[in-house]
């Protein structure tokens, strides 16, 4: 993807990775997780991301950072997802918002960087327990399937 993003570094053997978003809110340490979800088969990877509580050190997937950088932190995971893939195979990435707004967000950061993102990646949301081709601003989506192509 050529989208302008943030660095970041790997750890836990591409598992986990880190960067920084950089705004008006100041600089917050972003957390991406990949999980082998349980006997998923194919394997699916539950994405799991968030700001890390400077405090407890522990992931926040419900905070509101508002950093007005949507679009490069987007970017950043997405960026995530291919290394991953590229160590660990070409898996399916399950990914949900922990709030049905948060979700939202995610659906319309996706269609935003709709162009870019469908050269990489194949994009599936989830609507009334079924799988369907993600189709920018159309319906509400529950969850997303992502893969690369």
């Known amino acids: 993807m050529n989208l302008e993003r943030y660095p970041y570094i790997n750890s836990n053997d591409f598992q986990d990775y880190e960067f920084y978003s950089d705004g008006p809110k100041g600089r917050i340490k972003k957390i991406v997780m990949f999980t082998k979800i349980p006997n998923s088969e194919p394997p699916i990877y539950n994405l799991g991301f ?53 979700t939202r967000l995610y659906q319309m950061g996706i269609a935003g ?14 609507k009334d327990n079924d799988w369907h081709l993600f189709k920018p601003n159309t ?8 893969r690369q192509k």
């Open 50 to 102: 968030g700001d890390q509580d400077p405090h407890s050190g522990e992931t926040d997937d419900v905070v509101v950072s508002n950093n007005e950088d949507r679009d490069i932190v987007l970017a950043t995971v997405a960026n995530t997802i291919v290394e991953f893939c590229n160590h660990y195979g070409n898996h399916y990435i399950y990914a949900k918002g922990s709030t049905t707004a948060r």
């Open 113 to 126: 960087l709709w162009e870019e993102i469908s050269k990489d990646f194949d994009v599936y949301g989830l």
């Open 139 to 146: 319906i509400n989506y529950e969850a997303f399937l992502v």
